[in-house]
């Protein structure tokens, strides 16, 4: 049962991050991370993707404003430093050509016995809106892909 309480809590940190707004005009995207040495199995992992949405201040806007929401998560996890700060490397030289998705959720967790990023982000196609959710698991040692899934 340990899943289920950090999982409530990496869910109650995203449902502040919402609240708390991310200003007004484009605003800034909303990202959270978590890091609680949390152990997961794929069928779990899946479940984390599966409850935590993406904040309102990016979920629906244009593919066009990917870009700047795009830089502007990465900028906020450098500034967290640390675990945050590694995983904006590891998504900008993993996820270099991403230009039409958001991450919105970065946890350090231990997944299938492997340390592991859980990524989750929010994209859509070309001329649409950031209205689909796409998991990353990626390995902490390479950052090589361990298991990804994509929900419409």
Not at 17 to 36: D, P, Y
Not at 61 to 83: H, K, Q
Not at 95 to 124: C, F, I, M, N
């Amino acid at each position: 049962m340990v899943w289920v309480r950090k999982s409530a809590i990496a869910m109650l940190a995203v449902a502040l991050a919402a609240a708390a707004g991310t200003g007004a005009g484009c605003g800034r995207a909303g990202i959270t991370f978590v890091s609680e040495n949390a152990e997961y199995t794929l069928a779990q992992v899946e479940e984390v993707h599966a409850t935590v949405a993406p904040p309102p201040s990016i979920a629906g806007r244009s593919t066009s404003d990917a870009p700047e929401l795009r830089r502007d998560a990465l900028a906020v996890l450098r500034g967290r430093g640390g675990e945050s700060a590694e995983l904006a490397d590891v998504l900008t030289e993993i996820l270099a050509g991403a230009d039409r998705s958001v991450p919105y959720y970065g946890e350090a967790a231990t997944v299938e016995g492997k340390a592991s990023w859980v990524v989750l982000e929010v994209w859509g196609s070309e001329g649409g809106t950031l209205d689909n959710t796409r998991l990353w698991v990626f390995e902490r040692d390479g950052g090589s892909v361990v298991y990804s899934s994509t929900r419409r």
